[in-house]
């Protein structure tokens, strides 16, 4: 079983920007859905962005479309999370996650986190006001 290693979280400063990477340990990134959840203090886990490393579709929360986005390096294995303009409300906990198979339709499916079998440690991201 696949096992996820998220990093690149911090401090920022609203309106910075910063870059989350989620690596497999054990594996590779082979037809799967990876994603990204966050989670703010006191609220439910909020689906982010998720991407199939088969054929590179990808869905972006409509929340946070104009500043993020997420990208697949399949050299290096990873999936990242660009972040630019951040704000304080995008504070939280973030998770990567993935699912083997079906990615394209899971992906589709906005990675619903019903469907996301692997869950990494989450990476803290705080932005200042």
């Known amino acids: 079983e696949v096992q996820l290693q998220a990093s690149g979280g911090g401090l920022v400063q609203a309106g910075g920007s910063l870059r989350l990477s989620c690596a497999p340990s054990?594996?590779?990134?082979?037809?799967?859905?990876i994603g990204w959840f966050r989670q703010a203090p006191g609220k439910e886990h909020e689906g982010i962005a998720c991407?199939?490393?088969?054929?590179?579709?990808?869905f972006v929360n409509y929340s946070v479309k104009d500043r993020f986005s997420i990208s697949n390096d399949n050299a290096k294995n990873t999936v990242s999370l660009q972040m630019n303009s951040l704000k304080p409300e995008d504070t939280g906990v973030y998770y990567c996650?993935?699912?083997?198979?079906?990615?394209?339709?899971?992906?589709?499916?906005?990675?619903?986190?019903?469907?996301?079998?692997?869950w990494g440690k989450g990476t803290q991201v705080t932005v200042s006001s």
């Open positions: 054990g594996s590779t990134f082979d037809d799967y859905a």
């Open positions: 996650a993935a699912t083997k198979g079906r990615s394209q339709a899971t992906v589709l499916a906005g990675c619903a986190r019903y469907l996301m079998v692997n």
């Open positions: 991407i199939s490393s088969s054929d590179g579709s990808t």
